[in-house]
């Protein structure tokens, strides 16, 4: 995690924080609606994790997730992975939305990565 550039990170950082406000409102209205909002919030508490983790190794914040909480959000970070991807390699190239999937994709690794790390120490 050493040879990130510090543009990578602030766009990793960023990508989080837009992944994280848009899922709350999706959960927002979803709650509004009545609907089920159990996945929506396991992935909204990994996200938040992952924002975490990246944060910890590259800003020193501290964290306060147990081992199992991270194992959990790893999991799901993971799972999320192959749909975006099949998104991303639909979309079309030069896009925003084409450059905002690259964004997320690395953002999520990174996130993956960093739970990997912290799981070694």
Partial sequence: MENISEVEKLESLKSFQSTIRKTEKALAQMTVKGANTTLVKKRLNAFNIGLAMLENVWNQKPYHYTNEELEAARKVLIGLLPSIENIYTKSKAGSPQRTLLERRIESLELAIH????????
């Fill in 114 to 121: 960093a739970i990997d790390e912290l799981a070694e120490h």
